[in-house]
């Protein structure tokens, strides 16, 4: 356990360090940190995973907090593997995306300390063990990552994005604290161990307490109705902040959510499904818009939201199989979520790097506007196309692996289950089906009409070369773990049954973990059999020895076609949009030609998301409505305010006195 | 023995089905025809020729058609073939079955953007969306076959029949008629889309693969039948018997894949490919029989 606090330790060594080293040296003492503190991490975790042991430390903080402990048990461990080994690699990519800024002469000091704060804050989170501490590191984790986001904050989309962020993470906060005082009053303890204790038995408080979090830490993970700043937020910061906030940051919701679920024990059916039913939401919803973006960054913050929905169907599972007393489906719903969690950070990464090299080159996110950018930068273009099959969940790549035990997982489930499971099962795994075609329709889009294809602008035909050798190294690890981990899954089934297995008792799991094991094992024999026989074939195709001339796309005898005669990312998506068109709101933007000689005019159409143009805007307008009316009471003068404060405080006391 | 044999079927009844099909519509259209040998030969001829290809595309146009056949050969080791043996035969075979063929499609989709053609772009822009149709009702489907014979690979088909008493013809007819209405999506036939029409702007998959010529386009070819002569599997192994014995059951099985591809032959023959809007409504016909079926199979468990 030492080796955590020294690891903690060395990531606010590199923070203070980087403030006071030159500019150029600031980010790589930075990854230079974050690199040992996560190889220091790495250790501890893995023993703890391995040996299924949990580590324990009680830290003195202060009299208020009094021992604070931290335990790194097997569902904390593999947070803290996921978050350290992530956040290294956003680390090193910022060292060569960062540089055009670094040459503009923009100052980073404040972004390499919130970088590392960070980490820190993350790490703590998903350790801690005290509900007050857990939420002073909460808060400096949503504090450091606003900043972060708020990079570019003279950017007036990007400061807005911002603030609607901070607004959300203090929603949450809010119901965080609920939970938590709910459970403070119930056991007069600060810590999770008594929490667990003291709701034992207590089926409606534990329920409730569920809701409050799940709502709470679902706002940070990204659950719909909770998403609206996802898709605000990652396209305002700069790329490896976006990278590690989808990737990792957002999972501390997942982890709060796992956390409570495990001080609350055995859940109940109502809460279960209500989980499942937000989730399958979320991730529809999420591909769903993730189609009609053309910001390429926003397209992926959307694809966030359907995979936190994923991972939500994965933990929905696992919650009706304890809720329905079935291990089996539930130890396969909670491997298959965790997994995920797992999946998504390493393929969302690695295609916010690639996306951030292609804005790096081009400056521009609209995908309409890129294309061809697979000859001038391959490398890229191929870590894309990798990203962009495992995120489809598409064998041989990491992201089938865990789909594939989350449907297992409902299969299994259909059976011996009555019929509100059975009909709630079926539709789930309609709804994964869905969500697993649409986001190939997506994926489709965004790499075709990013790399492939003839340059549909100057910036995108511009484009002469590769990013540097730093930004790449970052996206060839995580392509490789992409193929490794949907190659040999079953060493990673152990790897992540060991947090799944804190959920579903151990004993009845066993068989269960077995037989998860040589699945995997099958699996990885058949992608096996499938890449040699594909490897055959291209040699087959080689020894043939055709040959190839090369010539102008065919159009029809017409081989004077220009690059603005390509399908666009719009008509890619239209005939999809064009059908499910009642779930959408379109705005459009005309100006109409005028007068006799028209100069300009143009139409542009975009797609709103429903629960922004619906329910957080008309809400906003009634919560301005009866604000306004307190405008009276806000003069600007500090007197007064200080007057406000003490009669509040005193109002305060007296209430305290009267209730005793 | 069963397993060689299939992987004999496997090689040649997919191009002999095209060939029954060109053949049911020339006796349609009052036409000699040519030999049902013919998709072979063309096949083969492909194989002998060099290739053009296009200046504009990039390593993913050369890798597409081989990973598409590659994962369409992949898939048929899951599927139930002649006396309804799957080479090989594990639980959740039809997960990994849909998505190994949603990973060549995958890559024919991009493979289509890469030659910056609109044509090409548009037909990739129509494969996409029918998929997503297809999909969830073929997993409701399974999902059904599953409640009902607590099988959790094609072998459920085998059990619809006794485990659903009173429905199970019904059950079965419907089934059918999805797996028909998956077939003439995935495998684009008439109504669906028009493989042998001239007119690009009206096609979907055929011209997806405008620009690929020579060895790569004898493997999409090949690709292609392979992954109707499955489809037609599927649907071979909703209806034939479990009790026949093997040899009989081969014999029920190759009739049956030919009887298809008569019966494709005749709706191409009689009928005119949907217009574009209307294919949408066709292929959610087949969302609606799944549909059907999870609800007989939902009555016939918790019903009464």
């Not at chain 1, 950017?155 to 607004?167: D, F, N, P, R």
């Not at chain 1, 495992?390 to 865990?402: K, Q, T, V, Y």
């Not at chain 2, 083969?44 to 890798?63: C, E, G, I, P, Y």
């Amino acid at each position: 356990m030492e080796i955590y606090f020294l690891a903690l330790g060395t990531l606010l060594a590199g923070a203070l360090l980087s403030v006071i080293v030159k500019d150029s040296l600031k980010l790589k003492v930075c990854s230079l940190f974050s690199f040992l503190s996560a190889v220091m991490l790495f250790l501890p975790a893995a023993a703890v995973i391995l040996t299924d042991t949990p580590l324990r430390a009680d830290v003195y903080m202060s009299p208020l907090l009094g021992n604070v402990s931290f335990i790194i048990d097997p569902l904390s461990a593999f947070f803290v593997i996921v978050i350290s080994f992530m956040s290294f690699l956003g680390m090193l990519y910022a060292n060569g995306y960062m540089k055009p800024y670094l040459d503009k002469g923009m100052n980073t000091a404040s972004h390499c300390l919130f970088l590392m704060f960070l980490i820190a804050s993350m790490i703590m989170v998903v350790t801690v063990q005290n509900a007050l501490f857990f939420l002073i590191v909460w808060e400096i984790m949503s504090l450091s990552s606003f900043f972060l986001v708020i990079f570019e904050g003279e950017k007036k989309e990007v400061l807005s994005a911002g603030i609607k962020y901070l607004v959300y993470m203090h929603l949450s906060v809010i119901f965080i604290i609920a939970a938590f005082v709910l459970l403070n009053i119930h056991s007069t303890s600060l810590t999770f161990d008594d929490f667990a204790a003291s709701v034992q038995g207590n089926a409606f408080l534990s329920n409730l307490v569920f809701f409050l979090a799940f709502v709470g830490f679902g706002i940070k993970a990204g659950f719909v109705p909770f998403h609206n700043w996802l898709p605000d937020a990652h396209p305002a910061a700069p790329t490896h902040v976006s990278a590690v906030m989808s990737g990792v940051m957002i999972k501390t919701g997942i982890y709060g959510i796992l956390r409570m679920l495990y001080i609350t024990g055995t859940p109940g059916k109502g809460i279960s499904y209500l989980v499942l039913v937000i989730a399958v939401i979320s991730a529809l919803y999420g591909v769903l818009y993730a189609i009609t973006q053309h910001d390429i960054k926003r397209l992926l913050a959307y694809h966030s939201i359907e995979n936190i929905g994923i991972i939500g169907i994965g933990i929905g599972i696992g919650m009706l199989g304890l809720a329905y007393h079935h291990p089996i489906v539930a130890l396969l719903g909670f491997t298959g979520g965790i997994l995920h969690i797992l999946n998504h950070s390493i393929f969302k990464e690695l295609l916010f790097f690639a996306a951030g090299s292609a804005y790096m080159k081009t400056k521009t996110r609209n995908i309409e506007l890129l294309g061809g950018l697979g000859k001038a930068m391959p490398y890229t273009a191929l870590m894309f196309i990798i990203g962009s099959v495992a995120i489809c969940g598409l064998p041989p790549f990491n992201g089938f692996i865990s789909e594939f035990m989350i449907y297992a997982g409902m299969f299994l489930g259909i059976p011996h289950s009555d019929i509100s499971l059975f009909l709630t099962l079926v539709f789930a795994i309609a709804a994964l089906a869905l969500v697993g075609t649409m986001a190939i329709l997506c994926f489709t889009k965004a790499s075709g009409i990013m790399f492939l294809g003839e340059p549909r602008s100057a910036a995108a035909a511009e484009v002469k070369d590769d990013v540097s050798r730093i930004m790449i190294i970052p996206m060839a690890i995580l392509a490789f773990l992409c193929f490794f981990i949907g190659m040999f899954p079953q060493y990673f089934a152990g790897f992540v049954i060991a947090p799944a297995s804190l959920f579903v008792n151990g004993e009845s799991a066993m068989p269960v973990f077995r037989s998860i094991v040589s699945m995997c094992e099958n699996l990885s024999w058949f992608f096996l059999i499938f890449l040699v026989f594909t490897a055959m074939v291209f040699l087959l195709r080689i020894l043939l020895k055709k040959k190839i001339a090369s010539h102008t796309t065919w159009g029809c005898g017409y081989d004077k076609a220009n690059n603005h005669m390509q399908y666009t990312a719009s008509s890619y998506a239209s005939p999809f949009i064009s059908t499910l068109k009642p779930l959408f709101k379109r705005v459009s933007h005309i100006k109409k030609p005028k007068d006799l000689f028209p100069k300009d005019a143009y139409y542009e159409q975009e797609i709103e998301d429903i629960e922004e143009a619906y329910i957080v805007k008309p809400l906003i307008k009634w919560d301005e409505k009866i604000l306004s009316k307190f405008e009276r009471i806000q003069s600007g003068n500090i007197q007064q305010y200080i007057l406000y404060g003490l009669v509040f405080l005193v109002l305060a006391i007296i209430g305290m006195i009267w209730l005793g | 023995m069963i397993t060689l044999l299939n992987i004999l079927i496997l090689l040649i009844v997919p191009f002999l089905m095209i060939g029954v099909i060109k053949k049911t519509k020339a006796f349609w259209a009052g036409r000699k025809g040519v030999s049902i040998w013919q998709p072979l030969w063309d096949f083969l001829r492909l194989m002998k020729k060099d290739a053009v290809v296009s200046k504009t595309t990039t390593w993913v146009f050369r890798a597409a058609p081989v990973l598409g056949f590659t994962s369409v050969v992949f898939a048929a080791l899951f599927v139930p073939l002649a006396a309804g043996k799957a080479i090989i035969d594990i639980p959740f075979a039809f997960i990994i079955f849909s998505y190994i063929l949603g990973f060549g499609k995958f890559f024919s989709l991009i493979a289509a953007l890469d030659t910056g053609s609109s044509f090409e772009g548009m037909g990739a822009s129509r494969e996409a969306c029918f998929t997503t149709i297809v999909e969830p009702a073929f997993f409701i489907l399974m999902a059904s076959a599953a409640a009902l014979s607590g099988s959790f690979s094609f072998a459920s088909f085998k059990m619809i029949l006794e485990n659903a008493g009173p429905y199970g013809i019904l059950i079965i007819a419907l089934a059918v008629v999805t797996l028909f209405i998956m077939l003439l999506t995935e495998c684009s036939r008439v109504p669906v889309d028009d493989p042998t029409t001239h007119l690009e702007l009206t096609m979907i998959h055929e011209v997806m693969i405008l620009d690929n010529s020579g060895v790569d386009l004898g493997l999409i070819t090949w690709g292609a039948a392979i992954k109707m002569f499955l489809l037609c599997s599927l649907i071979a192994a909703l209806v034939i018997p479990a009790s026949l014995g093997a040899w009989v059951s081969i014999a029920v099985f190759l009739v049956i894949i030919f009887l298809l591809a008569v019966i494709i032959g005749t709706v191409e023959s009689s009928m005119a490919r949907f217009r574009m809007s209307h294919v949408f409504e066709f292929v959610f016909v087949m969302s609606l029989t799944s549909m059907l079926i999870l609800a007989l199979v939902t009555y016939r468990i918790y019903g009464g």
